[in-house]
Every structure is written in structure tokens, then in C-alpha cells.
């Protein structure tokens, strides 16, 4: 196969020879001064499709053609009439305009179709760095607009705490230049965005967000690459900028979870100061009368101030597994140990840890039978309907019911706690599970961590399920449904 600069002089050659046999054959019929016309065209075609040079060649063969076999004496090499100069000036001044004004309009147009494919690229790299969140994604992104540059060869050399990775850079760059490299991310030479490595070929460009050096882009050199220097520094700069956001991103989100943590730390210290107060209170004013006065006490009396400690260290020791329950989930370390249990046994669970209160008598149960059995962590779902029902009770009234039904749901066991309370507004209904959120409910609002409901539905989406608040079916009160995976061992 012909190289291009060898296909163009080829063509300078066989484009006179073609018109010289169809001259030879038309000769008859035209005079021989327009067949000097035919071979311009010739030379003007040439020009057009390949550069000054081809086309000053054509036009050379193309006298040459012309005098020695349409021009008398015929056969004869030798110039010896005005006309004929004139001629041959009239070839070489439309070889030379006519391929100097080819070759510009060559290169206009070469250079309106890479400014094409290049605003493509770039409309296209700029769509993925608006929505690039971290540094990888906007290298990625980097690499695929670096990719679509025809004949240029590149290696985004990634950076992890000040050193290199070389792990692709093998082929690419030698170990002295690696070495060079390193030495000037390790110096902190960080100013230069720009390395020149001449004696390799290589130029290496570096990729930041400001703060850290994220990346070398290396770039060989060659003729083509260099015509390719200005796109390559605008991705560059763009790549820059992108990384700075993500920089500020970052830097904003970090300052964000400060600030809420700080929040909830807060929240966390006043909650347990004043929640942790009430019960401590009591005990120690009960305890104090049984010392000071416990021999001037009637048994009655005495039973009924235990109980109240009782009750109390029984409230106090539920606030404290509530902020361990939290806490574990807060910082991810609640495990599922898994076992296949039937909904009833852990709802009876549930009951039976309401009976030192005396709550369980205001429970009414309501179980479908032959339900499928749960694949579920038993105690972590029993602490999360504790919290649902417990809840509950807190803002009914006192002589109210609290209705617990247990139903296929969508291929999923619903389980519904409905009481006739003053319910939750529409516009709580996702606060509540936030940490330390109690939903105001009037007159009836009770002192609470306000960790209940977001302990459930931590757990129980831990287990793939989720925790809905809906209205009551009376139209007065509050309905929770919770709603759990069955086990795939079922038939």
C-alpha cells in the first residue's frame, strides 16, 4: 500500500499520461491551444487533492506532454516560440495558486473538523464532571475524553498519600524518570502544573485539588501530540477545577457531619440529663424513706416504695439500652445472628416483658394463622416492636386499647400497632425517626428520648424490612406498620 505523500506524487504523474491518451484520441476534433486547456484541469485537479509540490510536477509533465506531442515541430523537446513560455508560466502559476490555495483550504478544513470532534468531547466531558462527586470519577472521566484524541499516547499516574502508583507505567516511562517524578511530588515541587522530560519523549502535567496532588498526566511527544497541546492543557484546567469542587464537596460534607454530631451530641447530653434525672430521682427519694423511716412504715407502705424503685430502675435501665442499641447502630456494629422463628413467639415475647407494668392487659392480640415463618435476628426484632408498642401506650389514654393485628402484607408479614392516641401529623410522620425527635402531640406529650422509632427502623431495616406511620382506621390515633421479609426456607 502507497504512503500518502507517495500516492500524491503518483497522481501528480498519472493524472498528465490519462489526459495525453484522451487528447491523442479527440485531437481531430479540437484545435491543439485547447487541449492545452485540458491538461490545466489536470494540473488544477492534482493541486486540489494534493499540495505545491505534486502539482508543480504535474504541471511540469503536463508541458512536457503537451509540446512534445500536440505542438509543431510534434516530437520535439525544444522551445523556440513565445507562445510555448508563455505556456509553460501559465502551468507553474496555476500549480503554484491554485495548490497554495488548496492546502490552505485543506487545512481550514482539517482544522474545522478537529474543533468539531473536540467540542464534542469536551461537551461530553464536561457532562460527566457535572455530576462527578469524587477525584476517581473525574479522572475516569478525564481518561475517556484523553481517549477519543486521535494518535495521542497518555497515563494518568494516580497519587495516594505522596507517592506514585507506577504500577502501568512500565512500558511507558523508564525507572530514572520514575525516580524523577517521585522526587518532585516527595520535594513538594507542586507549583509546576507543567515537567518537560525531553530526553524521553514525555511531558507530565499535574492533576490537583488544591489542597492535594491527585494525579500525573504523561504524555509522549510527538509531531501530532503537539498539535494536540492546546486541547490537552484545556481538559487539564477543566479536570483541575472539577477536582477543587470536589475539594469544596468534601471539605462542606465534612463540616456538615461536624456539625450534626456536635448537634447530636448535644442532644444526646441534654436527653440523657433530663431523662435519666426523672428515674434517679425517684429511686433516690424512695430508697431515702425507707432508710429514714422504714421501721415507722406499714408493710403496705414499704412494698409500694420498693415497687417504685422497681419500676423505675426498669425505666432507667430501658433509656440506657436504647442509647447502647443507638449507639451500635450509629457506628455499625450490629451484627445479625439469624435463626428461623415464627412471628407469634417473638410477639409473645414482647407481651410478656409488658407484664411487670401491667401494660399487657390494654393489649389486644390478633394473629392470622399459618403464617410463613421470618429468617430474623429474634431479639433485635423484639427490642424494635417493644419500642412501636411501648410508644404507643405512652401517648393513649390510659382506659384505651392497643390493637396489634399480624398480616400477610404484599408477600411480606405486616405487623400493625394502631391505638387511639392523638396521632402524628402528616408532616412528622419522617421526622419521628430522627434521633431525639418526639412528635408533638398536644397536651399529651410525654418526656422521651426519641430514640424509640429510630432504634426500629434502624433494626428493622437492618433485616431488609421498613416501618410505615399511616392513620388509625378509627380516624383517631396512630398506626405503625411494620413490615418483614419471610424466610426463603418456606415452601
Not at 507517495?6 to 498528465?16: G, K, V
Not at 497519587?159 to 506514585?164: G, L, P, Q, S, W
Not at 524518570?177 to 511530588?185: D, E, T
Amino acid at each position: 500500500m502507497f504512503g500518502k505523500k507517495q500516492y500524491q506524487y503518483y497522481l501528480a504523474l498519472t493524472l498528465p499520461l490519462l489526459v495525453t491518451f484522451i487528447a491523442w484520441l479527440i485531437q481531430r476534433f479540437i484545435p491543439a491551444e485547447n487541449i492545452a486547456l485540458v491538461y490545466i484541469v489536470a494540473v488544477i485537479v492534482t493541486a486540489v487533492n494534493t499540495g505545491t509540490r505534486p502539482a508543480m510536477l504535474s504541471a511540469l509533465v503536463s508541458f512536457i506532454a503537451f509540446y512534445f506531442f500536440f505542438t509543431n515541430p510534434l516530437h520535439s523537446q525544444i522551445v523556440l516560440h513565445p507562445p510555448d513560455v508563455l505556456t509553460v508560466i501559465l502551468f507553474v502559476l496555476t500549480a503554484v495558486l491554485v495548490g497554495h490555495l488548496a492546502a490552505r483550504l485543506r487545512e481550514k478544513l482539517e482544522q474545522l473538523q478537529a474543533r468539531e470532534r473536540f467540542s464534542n468531547v469536551e461537551l461530553l466531558f464536561m457532562e460527566k464532571l457535572a455530576v462527578a462527586i469524587y477525584p476517581n470519577e473525574v479522572l475516569d472521566a478525564l481518561s475517556d475524553a484523553l481517549g477519543s484524541i486521535s494518535n495521542l499516547e497518555f497515563l494518568i499516574l494516580r497519587i495516594e498519600k505522596d507517592r506514585i502508583d507506577f504500577s502501568q507505567a512500565e512500558d511507558f516511562m523508564s525507572e530514572s524518570l520514575q525516580r524523577r517524578l517521585q522526587q518532585a511530588i516527595s520535594t513538594l515541587e507542586t507549583t509546576r502544573e507543567f515537567w518537560s522530560m525531553k530526553e524521553e519523549s514525555i511531558a507530565g502535567r499535574l492533576l490537583t485539588d488544591g489542597v492535594d496532588n491527585i494525579a500525573i498526566l504523561a504524555t509522549r511527544w510527538d509531531p501530532v501530540t503537539d498539535d494536540h497541546a492546546a486541547s490537552i492543557n484545556l481538559l487539564l484546567h477543566q479536570a483541575n477545577l472539577a477536582l477543587g469542587r470536589t475539594r469544596l464537596v468534601w471539605d462542606l460534607e465534612t463540616e456538615r457531619l461536624d456539625k450534626e454530631q456536635e448537634v447530636m451530641r448535644s442532644s444526646l447530653l441534654s436527653s440523657v440529663s433530663h431523662d435519666f434525672r426523672t428515674p434517679l430521682t425517684a429511686m433516690i427519694g424512695a430508697a431515702s424513706t425507707l432508710i429514714e423511716m422504714g421501721s415507722a412504715l406499714e408493710p403496705d407502705q414499704q412494698q409500694e416504695l420498693l415497687n417504685s424503685i422497681l419500676t423505675e430502675a426498669i425505666r432507667l435501665n430501658g433509656y440506657t439500652q436504647k442509647l447502647l442499641d443507638m449507639t451500635r447502630l450509629g457506628h455499625g456494629e450490629l451484627t445479625l445472628h439469624r435463626s428461623t422463628v415464627s412471628i407469634e413467639e417473638i410477639i409473645n415475647f414482647v407481651i410478656k416483658r409488658f407484664k411487670s407494668q401491667k401494660e399487657d392487659q390494654r393489649l389486644e392480640l390478633d394473629i392470622e394463622s399459618h403464617l410463613p415463618l421470618l429468617d430474623v435476628h429474634a431479639a433485635l426484632i423484639e427490642q424494635a416492636l417493644y419500642n412501636v408498642i411501648e410508644n404507643a401506650l405512652k401517648f393513649a389514654p390510659t382506659d384505651s386499647r392497643i390493637a396489634i393485628r399480624v398480616r400477610m402484607h404484599e408477600q411480606r408479614i405486616g405487623i400493625e400497632i394502631e391505638d387511639s392516641g392523638p396521632g402524628i401529623p402528616v408532616s412528622e410522620r419522617e421526622k419521628v425517626f430522627e434521633m431525639f425527635h418526639s412528635a408533638d402531640r398536644g397536651d399529651r406529650r410525654m418526656a422521651g428520648t426519641g430514640l424509640g422509632l429510630a432504634i426500629c427502623k434502624g433494626m428493622i431495616g437492618a433485616h431488609g424490612g421498613s416501618v410505615e406511620i399511616h392513620d388509625a382506621t378509627s380516624g383517631q390515633g396512630c398506626l405503625v406498620r411494620v413490615l418483614l421479609p419471610v424466610s426463603e426456607d418456606n415452601d
